[in-house]
């Protein structure tokens, strides 16, 4: 079935970057969106901006929190407000070595890219279930698609993690009239450097590796209307994905090793 105008796209972490994209493709398709991330003032200015084409509603709300996924959830059901998209986009990363961090920085970062994912989910899930159609896009990464590298020691995990969950949620959800996909960018014009301190290194990689964020977004947002479980954007990608996946994983290893120096802080 083609994308419902009934029903609303909740995006976390849409404050920018790949979030704020893809409230903006959705909106653009004429479906009322839900933006949800921590900084106020900039949801509400996307709210204003996007409610020229549909429906646009802002809500406030930190992901670090454990309290929060319920706590969304039922502010929207007291509202009335119907979702059938859930777009799980709110991520960051945390630089340098695993032990270079408190442990209350890897829990918040945990709870944001993992657990908080996992609940809304769950969640939100059961109405799209009863309605017979629904689309959850999940924002992963290349990075949970190659070898891992020293230094931002959760984030390929993680969104390794969120690849094969998706894929799982969407073999259950096949007969159930939901898509679920995995939407694994690559290097992307945002803030997300500028957020974990490594806009000067990144800045360095081959401009062909890079996509802009509406870019991504479209990408995203047409894999899930036509189901399918991952889509990596753009073709630099897609070829890397494809070496790390053919190539003897010690070589894959080796390769991933000698780059990363080029775009992760291993201090």
């Not at 106020?40 to 930190?62: H, K, T, V």
């Not at 059938?84 to 991520?91: F, R």
């Not at 630099?236 to 780059?259: D, F, T, W």
Request: charged share 20%; hydrophobic share 45%; proline share 5%.
């Amino acid at each position: 079935m083609p994308l419902r105008h009934d029903r609303h796209a909740l995006v976390t972490g849409a404050s920018s970057g790949i979030g704020a994209a893809i409230a903006r493709e959705y909106a653009s398709r004429g479906v009322p969106t839900i933006l949800v991330a921590r900084r106020r003032e900039r949801l509400e200015a996307l709210a204003r901006d996007l409610s020229a084409g549909a429906p646009s509603i802002a809500i406030a709300e930190d992901l670090a929190d454990p309290g929060a996924p319920a706590r969304l959830h039922a502010t929207l059901a007291e509202r009335g407000l119907r979702v059938g998209i859930l777009v799980n986009n709110a991520g960051y990363g945390v630089p340098g070595r695993y032990l270079s961090s408190d442990w209350k920085v890897h829990a918040d970062f945990l709870q944001v890219m993992q657990t908080a994912v996992a609940e809304l989910t769950w969640r939100f899930l059961p109405a799209m279930e009863a309605d017979g159609w629904g689309r959850i896009l999940n924002v992963a990464s290349l990075a949970g698609l190659v070898p891992s590298s020293a230094g931002h020691t959760l984030y390929g995990a993680n969104k390794a993690w969120l690849i094969r969950f998706s894929e799982a949620l969407a073999l259950e959800m096949v007969p159930k009239g939901v898509h679920v996909t995995a939407l694994c960018p690559g290097f992307t014009y945002s803030e997300f450097h500028d957020v974990n301190g490594m806009r000067e290194k990144v800045s360095r990689l081959p401009k062909a590796l890079w996509l802009d964020s509406a870019a991504v977004a479209r990408i995203g947002v047409e894999a899930c209307e036509a189901g399918r479980m991952r889509v990596v954007s753009g073709g630099a990608n897609r070829a890397i994905a494809a070496l790390s996946k053919y190539l003897p994983e010690p070589l894959a290893r080796a390769l991933v090793a000698g780059k990363a120096k080029d775009f992760r802080d291993e201090g």
